[in-house]
């Protein structure tokens, strides 16, 4: 069913179970697994045009830990290089257009609940959803709660 599976990696401690996914699903359907991170511009302050350099390193600064990881996760899964990419932009560009440079059938990312302001001002996933030309796979990332 599936032959080309993208696993989107983000920065935070989940990434490992969205992987995990990922990994489990390549080996149920026998498929190809690439690994995405995309790192996304964040201004700092109103005043990006006076600090314009600060942005610009911090970015630089966030895309080479994210190579360090992402490394670490290809070796990790067994992902050649090749099929192993980090890039600066935005998650609604960048991913459908890795997934149509891969032939992706399949993407798989984690999934936020959000609470408060966040559920307003982030959507990534729904981005996502609607920009991508196959399927999603969205792994449920709720807090833990303590029982």
């Not at 966040?118 to 999603?136: K, P």
Request: hydrophobic letters at 45%; proline letters at 3%; a negative charge.
């Amino acid at each position: 069913m599936y032959q080309r599976l993208l696993c989107l990696l983000g920065n935070g401690p989940d990434a490992e179970r969205v992987l995990e996914r990922a990994q489990q699903a390549r080996d149920h359907f026998g498929a190809r697994l690439h690994l995405l991170q995309v790192v996304e511009f964040m201004p700092v302050s109103g005043a990006e045009d006076a600090m314009l350099a600060t942005p610009l390193v911090l970015a630089d600064e966030l895309e080479t830990q994210a190579r360090e990881r992402m490394q670490r996760w290809a070796e990790q899964s067994g992902v050649d290089a090749d099929h192993a990419r980090v890039l600066q932009g935005d998650l609604a560009t960048e991913v459908p257009r890795c997934a149509q440079d891969w032939d992706i059938d399949l993407i798989v990312l984690g999934k936020h609940e959000r609470h408060g302001l966040a559920c307003w001002f982030n959507h990534s996933e729904d981005d996502i959803l609607h920009a991508s030309c196959c399927d999603l796979l969205a792994v449920h990332l709720a807090e833990a709660k303590d029982d």
